[in-house]
């Protein structure tokens, strides 16, 4: 993103705004506060409308645009556009699907109400117990904080037991290595079996080159990285089983949508689907404690 913006270029990346709505945004400015927020996983079908329109016009006006989204907006946008573009650089990121803006309007509505207060900072992969243990942090206007792994957060179990993401996901047409784009970035949980290097929790990113473009790209800004070349079927065979496998549907999932949206207390709504113990709310409350004099 700052290679682009350093070209004059135009960034189009997601969000959480001010309303707690994940959406895409278009940012030409490095200085702009909002660009911090886009890296990072929202595990949240982004507001995209009237972004492709955008997009076309700064590719119309030889600008250099960096689109990043799921593999179906990448394609998404390139069959928009009808043609090719020089200028246009497109990353895409490996999901497991892409999970309702309503469960995570339902989910931030029961947050709200449990700590009084607006939330204004989601981290749907925060490290605050390391890489290899992640989990949701919220923060809210009040200055309280909320962390919650999938053991115990109700949006994560829901996405992780596949109940919640969009129905075509469950039958994605963009499962396969080789993408629409020119960078696939996926979690890279086996970093010290693919690299020589010892793995300090903190976590590593596998990349893949789909393009000549991509390359050019990673050659400009490699001296800004640190990186190791590695293989590309042992990565995705250790770490990208969502790279070639959906979403598994379930008969569940479409009893779990019925009446969401009237669902008053949505913790209980969730415990017709899924269970979490009283073992699990304890050894998540331990984990401050373990992990922090481990």
């Known amino acids: ?9 135009v960034v189009y990346g997601v969000i959480m705004d001010d309303d707690r709505i994940i959406k895409h945004i278009r940012v030409d400015d490095i200085d702009d506060p909002r660009l911090k927020m886009i890296p990072g996983s929202k595990y949240v079908k982004s507001e995209i409308r009237g972004i492709f ?3 076309k016009s700064d590719l119309d006006a030889s600008r250099m645009v960096c689109f990043s989204g799921t593999p179906c907006q990448v394609a998404g946008l390139k069959s928009f556009l009808h043609r090719s573009f020089e200028n246009l650089i497109t990353v895409d990121v490996v999901c497991r699907g892409n999970p309702s803006p309503l469960y995570w309007k339902k989910f931030v509505e029961y947050q709200e109400r449990r700590y009084k207060s607006r939330i204004t900072e989601a981290k749907f992969r925060s490290k605050t117990y390391g890489y290899h243990s992640g989990s949701m942090r919220l923060t809210f206007a009040n200055g309280k904080k909320y962390v919650g792994s999938v ?3 109700l949006f994560l179990k829901a996405f992780f037991e596949d109940l919640c993401s969009r129905p075509s996901c469950y039958n994605c047409a963009f499962k396969h290595a080789h993408r629409a784009s020119d960078l696939t970035l996926y979690d890279c949980w086996h970093a010290s079996e693919l690299a020589n290097l010892k793995d300090d929790d903190k976590g590593y990113t596998n990349v893949i080159l789909q393009s000549e473009k991509g390359q050019i790209l990673f050659e400009a800004i490699r001296d800004s990285l640190v990186f190791y070349e590695t293989d590309t079927e042992k990565a995705i065979a250790l770490d990208g089983i969502m790279v070639r496998n959906c979403v598994v549907w379930k008969d569940k999932r479409s009893t779990f949508f019925r009446n969401l949206e009237q669902a008053d207390d949505l913790a209980q709504h969730c415990s017709s689907f899924f269970k979490i113990s009283a073992k699990d709310y304890l050894i998540e409350s331990m984990k401050k404690y373990l992990y922090f004099f481990k």
């Open 1 to 9: 993103m700052e290679y682009v913006l350093q070209q004059h270029g």
């Open 53 to 55: 329109m955008q997009v």
């Open 151 to 153: 053991r115990v957060n």
